[in-house]
């Protein structure tokens, strides 16, 4: 359905809110009424969300719009968990919960997209992940024996039949045609999965398989834009890390 934005002009009290955070500068005010210029914006809802009198409704969602109480994320907290989280190659095979399923998706859904193009999309791998891993499995040691002729690391790299997904019960697969999206809605996600004390692997080789191998592609039934941007693996580890580890300093330059 189309995206209209419309103003309820008994509502509407003329504030200008609305107009002076428009990205688009596409509503002004005129007999002390907003009037939105042009349906061809972002449709973003930086108006709807703004407006102290709810006078603005976009049509074309099915979605209840909440009311936003102040919230802040504890900054201290947040920044240990972003210290203590860890790659986790080590997963227990519990379910998980299709609820928990659901938030981590919502948290990619709602991650920022250039121009709001929410192009962003997810593929659930749970009863056919075997079968995916499989085709990644036979296809990367085929493409391995050729490529441990150059790579001396690559030499060391032994590909056992859970080599990408770890035995972890689900793996989401974010899919765009924009690696930035896809990238963003990635870490939100795995940020998600980490607060249901949720371990993820971002599995950087079946993302590459995935570009690569035929067979997968079909089965994904991408169109000729999309691609796998990010494969996240989530379970429940089975392993604890006791301490953080150091990082390089930070390079930053103050001009
Ligand atoms: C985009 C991306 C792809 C990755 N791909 C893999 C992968 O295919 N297999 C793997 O074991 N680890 C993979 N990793 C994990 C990195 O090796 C890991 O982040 C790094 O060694 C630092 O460890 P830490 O995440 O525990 O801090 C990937 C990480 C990123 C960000």
Known sequence: MENKILVNIDKCIGCKKCVIDCPM?????????????????LICGHCQAICPKN??????FDEDIEEVDKYILNPEEYLRSIKTRRTIRD????????????????????????RNAQD??????KDKKDEFENIAVL?????IKVAKVFSVSLRKINIDD????????????????NKIDGSLASQNMATMAESYDLGVLFSGFFTVISRHSKKI????????????????????????????????DAKVLKL
């Open 120 to 125: 962003v999309s997810f593929i659930i791998l």
């Open 162 to 177: 859970n080599f990408f997904f770890k035995d972890a019960p689900i793996v989401i697969l974010v899919v765009s045609k």
């Open 217 to 248: 592609k079909r089965e994904l039934n991408l169109n000729r834009k999309e691609k796998v941007v990010m494969t996240l693996v989530i379970g429940k580890a089975n392993v604890k890390y006791l301490r953080t580890t150091n990082k390089e």
């Open 139 to 143: 296809f990367f040691r085929r493409l």
């Open 55 to 60: 006078a603005i409704e976009i049509t074309g």
């Open 25 to 41: 500068s596409n509503i002004i005010i005129k007999d002390k009424k907003a009037i939105v210029l042009s349906n061809d914006c």
């Open 91 to 114: 997963f227990r095979d519990d379910d998980i919960d299709d609820y928990i399923i659901n938030q981590i998706i919502e948290s990619g859904r709602y991650a920022p997209t250039a």
